[in-house]
Structures are given as C-alpha cells and as structure tokens.
C-alpha cells in the first residue's frame, strides 16, 4: 500500500464524500484511495494545483493537456465572468452571438495554411474534443454521401492514434487498453502504420521511418481504389500513445496522397494546437494545410470544455441544397457556448498581446538542458520532444529491446513517487512525460527535473 499523498483528516473527509458519490474518468475504481492516491483540490494558481491543506502540485501534465497560462488565470476568468454576466447561452440554430463569430473569424485567421489551397473557411462548434472529432468523420462521409460518392465509406487512421472516447472516435483510434472490450460496436477503420520515430530500425533515420510508413498509406490506398472518404491523424505527435513523435515529412505525403485519391485529410491538433509543439498548430511545420482541422482542450486555454472543427469552403457547399438531409443535422446543445468562445477569445487575446510562441522556444530551451542527463539513465531507452513536450521512454536495460511489461505498473509507481513530491505526472504506460502550463519558470523545470529522477529511480525499485 502506498502512503497517502496528503494525509489529513480534512482531506480524508473529502476523500470519503468524493467516493461515496463519484465515478472517476480513466480509472479502476477499485485502485481508490489505496493503490491510487486521490486529491482533492481546493484552488490552482498559475502552474500549481492546491489542496486543502495547502499542499502544492504543480500541474506537469496541463489537467490533460487542456491548461495554457496556468490555473486561475485572471484575463480569462474575467472575460468569462464579463460574458456571464452578458449571454451565458443561446443555442446556436436560428440565432448567432458575437463571442461565436467573433471565435470564428479569429480561428480562421490563424489557421494552417498551404500555399496553391484555398484556405479553410468555416467553423461548426462542439463542446469537447471526442465530439469534434466526431464532426468531423461525419462531415467527410457526408459529404461523399451528397456528392453521390456513395462508395465513400471507410476512414484510415494511425496505428497507435487517439482521437477521443465516443464510439465514432474510438473507431478511429488505436490503444487497445481504450478500444479492446468495446470493438464489437466501433466501425471498421482502417489502420495504417504509424511514422512514429521510435519505432525506426536501427540504422533508420526518423525521416525515411516517415516515409516507410507514408509508403504503406499509398498501399493501403491502393488496395481500397475509391473507398476511402478520409484520413485522420495527430500531427507531429500522437499523444495519448505514448508521446510518440513523427517527422513532420510524414504530413506532407499523407496531404499529396489524400489529394491524390480525392479522400479529406482531417487533422487532429485537439492536443497539438495553440502552440504545444512549438508552433501555433503542428500543421505548420509541414506546410500542410488540413481539410478538416479539430481543436479542442487549449482552445479556452484549460477553463471551458469547447471544441472547433474548421473546413474548407468546397466541403461545406456540398451541404447546401433544398434539402434537409443534405445538410449537416449533426447538433449539441451548448454548441458555440458563448463562455467558452469568451475564453477562447480572451486565450487567443493573451497569444496576440504577448508572444507567447517565442517564449516558449525559450522554455522550451531549458526543458531540452534539463531532460538531456536523462539519455544516459540506465532505464531511460528515448527522450524526445516537441516544442513544450518532452517524453521519456522507460525500458527494463535502457534500450528499445526490453520494455517493462504492463503489469509492472511502472507508470503507476512513477505517478505516486511524484505526487508525493508535490509533482502531477501522469505516465502513459511506461512514458512518463512533460506537458507543463507555458507559465512554468526556470525553477518549475529544475523541480520537474528533480522529481522526474527521483520517481523514475522509485518505480523502477518497486518492480
Ligand atoms: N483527440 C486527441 C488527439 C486527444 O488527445 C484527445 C483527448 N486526450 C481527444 C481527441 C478527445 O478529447 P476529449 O477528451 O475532450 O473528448
């Protein structure tokens, strides 16, 4: 059993009423309060969460990748108190309000762009990343489906990818521990190999992994002449799977093989956007412009769930008709909740007074000093990173031959020696990872570094 992070009667009363009632996201219930510690939090300020007691953690994993400029943050919780005092919700059918186009037209501004494309042109609003993404798949298919393309039916998706937890998501997404037990209800997508980085042969640079795995795209393009309505990836970096980096060459083949085959390249930068790699959206850094792009998580900058889907202008035509079925039904009630689209505009507000890209090429300078010493730790098989997200792989010798098993719980062993120095990691399996708020300062990072060693060295006693 292992020691509890904060014990105090106060928190454990919390502890108590919190399981006397709630069901907690991604978790084996059973595992609370004993194997997984459980903290509740009173308050967050900047990179910090704050319990009861006053105990800090600070925040390594952004609450799911969703917080930018730290917890708290006043600009955007004034914009939305200014907001709730205004318009708190009106639903978006039949009736428009300014912070939804307001959004809109800043999101389209700064959207990826390619040159020789016309640029996306239109926003549908969802109110989180799995419903985006469900947009978005129903959008490609619709749209064949009115175009009289009705052959047009499967999607391809990464192996390894993620896209969210709705069946529609789930389809397309590939981490078995998410996906295996409800298989039976998911649509056959089809799944080509992924250009992660790690997985390159010995000898095999990052670059021509990229292009193997863009080689098995075009066979799989070839093997479904005129089947396929879309491609659906993470640019750059597939999160949920283990922090997992590409060569950016990987975009641009999979854009022209799209093109090629006349399917939509529909670009998942749900955790990439807003500057987490190191540009505004991963795209970038291939020159290549998506036909469908989803945002979500940083969006409102971590305080509201909202999520966008932008297209191009010919995909959205071919839903305009005399009829009702051509066009797109699809329908949320709190879609384009003007809170959320004021935080967004307050977070988007924040990127254009301050610049924010560039200062986090800075931190993004001190994470790479400060993960370096990590290549010669004897259980360390990888480090890498993009922009503001550095991962490391665990492995039993140090080398890609020798993962610990699943079993091990290594994450997990990880996750409690932090949590107990006051650090939120969140280990995906056997990574352990840094995804801090961009408001993290010199002295965040040495203590990151500090409890990322120290609980490396813990998890791995305890297998
Ligand atoms: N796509 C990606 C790439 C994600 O990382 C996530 C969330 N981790 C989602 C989709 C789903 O977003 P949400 O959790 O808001 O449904």
Redesign the pocket.
Known sequence: MLADPAPSTLADRWRQRDLAVLWHPCTQMREHPDTLPLVPIARGEGPWLIDHDGKHYLDAVSS??TNLFGHAQPRIGAAIARQATQLEQVMLAGFSHEPAVALAERLLAIAPRQAGRAPLAKVFYAD????G?EVALKMAFHYFRNRGEHHRTRFVALENG????TLG?LSVGDIPLYRRVYAPLLTEALFAPSPDAYLAEPGQSAVQRAHQAADALATLFDQHPGEICAVIL?PRLQ??GGMRMHDPVYLQRARELCDANGAFLIA?E??TGFGRTGTMFACEQAGVMPDLL?L??GLTGGFL?L?AVLATQALYDAFLDESRERAFLHSHSYTGNPLACAAALATLDIFASEDVIARNRGTAEVMARLAAPFNDHRHVADVRQAGMVVAFELTRNGDKRTPFPAEARVGLHAYTAALKRGVVLRPLGNVLYWMPPYCVEDQHLDLLAQTTLAAIEEAVACV
Do not use: L
Request: one cysteine or more; hydrophobic letters at 35%; charged letters at 15%.
């Open positions: 799911w990748w989180n990343g799995s419903a993404v993620y896209h969210g937890e998501a993470e999160c949920a998942d749900i955790a989803c979500s998580k769930p999520s």
